[in-house]
């Protein structure tokens, strides 16, 4: 069986406890978990946070009921996503993703709100400061938005003849004029050309590496917006066909078949997203528990698509990074 069939089914097996849950009549309290992505491609996520409240005494199904709601990539829906979860008075609501996050405090400044993303969520204006976040929301954050110049030094170390570099981003994103910024600032002090390529759906994915290529831009980073992250298989696929090295944020994505990542352990921010919904449910305030950070960054190469995309991986890079597949 090919890998991605593989996955395929065991996305679908990942869903079924998940859908017979939802039918269920509650078990405990109500947590409301809402994200602007879809489910596919975010099993091992889910699997982490139901892990993280399992580590405070929570099991799914059994003691607690969590009810899960997906965006699908349209942002516009969340606020009323969020909304049903305050009309039916959910004990706590977790999100991924700071549009989630940002629709949910707007809805309601009673419910706890755990968060789990990849920005930074006090420049989101979700909490007052890391230490102490204030109000009634806290939650745990991977800064994957948050080292893009890293990022970009590693790819122009792997590729250091090109000139120009393209910057996938989706302009629906709470984060795209930081993400923005933190590129151009990176691109100028390595001397290279940035452009900027948006996308909003699958179909804009396809047009944006099509426009990638006219203007002539010989390698990619992609942001970490959730529509990126679920839609891996296509963007690593698009890389091949175009001949073009990608740097993206995570490593499920280099596992599909993209060239690098730099970020944080991404399901371990939800195992602790998890544990403080289950350490709330308890009774402790979010306003007591800071913002849990990452304190390990990992460098994954994919040298499979390195070979087919015709490019030598020092071994000094090779000995960088944290797991080389091959």
Known sequence: MRRREFITLFGGAAAWPLAARAQQPAAGPVVGFMHGGSQ????????AFEQGLRETGYVPGKN????????????DRLPELAANFVRRQVAVIATGTPVAALATKEATKS?????ALGSDPVKDGLVASLNRPGGNITGATFFNN???AKR??????LVPNAKIVGVLLNPK??????????????????????????ATDEPGIDKAFASLVEQRA???????????????????DLALRYAVPTSVTGRGQVLAGGLMSYGA??????RQTGNYVGRILKGEKPSDLPVQQPTKFEFVINMKTAKTLGLTVPNSMQLLADEVIE
């Open 40 to 47: 596919q491609g975010l099993e091992d996520e889910i699997v």
């Open 64 to 75: 607690v009921t969590v009810e899960y709601r997906w965006a699908e990539g349209q942002y």
């Open 111 to 115: 419910i706890p709100i755990v968060f």
């Open 146 to 148: 948050l080292l893009v």
């Open 152 to 157: 970009m030094e590693l790819l122009h170390q």
């Open 173 to 198: 994103n709470a984060n795209v004029e930081l993400e923005t910024k933190d590129s151009q600032t990176a691109a100028r002090a390595l001397g290279l050309e940035l452009v900027l390529l948006r």
């Open 218 to 236: 010989a390698v990619l980073l992609v942001s970490g917006d959730v529509l990126f992250t679920t839609r891996r298989e296509q963007i690593a």
């Open 265 to 270: 352990n991404r399901t371990d921010t939800y």
